[in-house]
């Protein structure tokens, strides 16, 4: 008797998404926090907060960049090739409009 693990395929997709999230969110917390360390900033609560926005920011792109790209769609991701190549292109999309937001739009030394 075999006991087999299988996910539907919205909760597959559901599945990718709140991991690709939180791993959006956590390198965010590691940029934030390699900054303070660099600028010799107190990381605390107070400085976190000030940077909340960044968090919504990335979450946001890496979502439009994913769904642009079908990031999540379950033809690409049974595919390993596919899939990877299909991060590869949301990560140069995100990666393109973060560089957008930090050359033209955002004042100096704001960004993470």
Avoid: K, Q
């Avoid at 693990?5 to 559901?14: A, G, I, K, N, Y």
């Avoid at 390198?27 to 926005?53: G, K, N, V």
């Avoid at 999540?72 to 409009?97: C, K, M, W």
Wanted: hydrophobic content about 55%.
């Amino acid at each position: 008797m075999t006991m087999g693990f299988s996910l539907r395929l919205t909760e597959r997709r559901s599945l990718l998404l709140v991991v690709d999230l939180f791993l959006v969110n956590a390198t965010t917390l590691l940029a934030i926090y390699s900054e303070s360390a660099r600028r010799d900033l107190r990381f605390s609560r107070a400085y976190l907060l000030d940077m909340l926005e960044w968090f919504f920011l990335f979450s946001v792109l890496w979502l439009i960049a994913a769904f642009l790209v079908d990031v999540y769609d379950p033809r690409r991701t049974a595919n390993l090739i596919s899939a990877f190549a299909s991060l590869l292109r949301a990560v140069g999309v995100s990666l393109g409009a973060y560089l957008v937001i930090y050359f033209y739009i955002a004042t100096p030394s704001t960004l993470p």
